[in-house]
């Protein structure tokens, strides 16, 4: 009898503490999607890109490989070579890009909107991504004026929702 009330007293009163803990747990281990980091619903950054082939000599947008990966920031970052993924271990935050990885230029008008990772600029070192290609054709006519504005209005812009 006794142990028949304390298995009640359990599912009671501990079960919905131990399924709260449970719940708690995995949001918090959820990507940030639609916070400061522009992530999809995976919590994967920049669409897959690798955010150090941005730099190369080339300079171009290249997808990652998604066996060869970084977290960072709550964020996955995918790389092309393992040489990428060391390197962006060693100073994420030279590779990361401005504004949470959300357009540049739409951060410089107050709002946050999803990128395409073929439309960007590197700009004294620094990564700059935009929404497609028309929009990155505005912000390369005056870069200095719109990351002016953008740097800005991020403090008040990274808490807002996606646009």
Not at 56 to 80: L, P, S, V
Not at 84 to 91: G, R
Not at 138 to 151: C, E, N, W
Request: with cysteine.
């Amino acid at each position: 009898m006794l142990m028949t009330r304390t298995r009640s007293f359990v599912r009671r009163v501990v079960g919905p503490f131990a399924a709260l803990a449970a719940v708690s747990a995995v949001l918090a281990a959820a990507p940030p999607v639609g916070g400061e980091i522009n992530v999809d619903k995976d919590g994967l950054a920049l669409k897959g890109y690798d955010p150090v082939a941005y730099f190369a000599e080339a300079g171009k947008a290249t997808k990652g490989d998604a066996a060869i990966t970084a977290q960072h920031a709550g964020a996955t970052y995918r790389f092309a070579t393992a040489e990428n993924k060391a390197a962006f271990e060693k100073e994420p935050a030279k590779y990361v890009p401005q504004y949470g990885g959300y357009c540049a230029y739409g951060v410089s008008k107050g709002a946050k909107y999803d990128i395409e990772p073929t439309a960007f600029q590197v700009v004294d070192g620094k990564l700059y991504v935009n929404y497609d290609a028309s929009v990155q054709k505005k912000f390369t006519k005056d870069p200095g004026t719109f990351i002016a504005k953008a740097d800005k209005n991020w403090d008040s812009v990274k808490s807002k929702p996606k646009s």
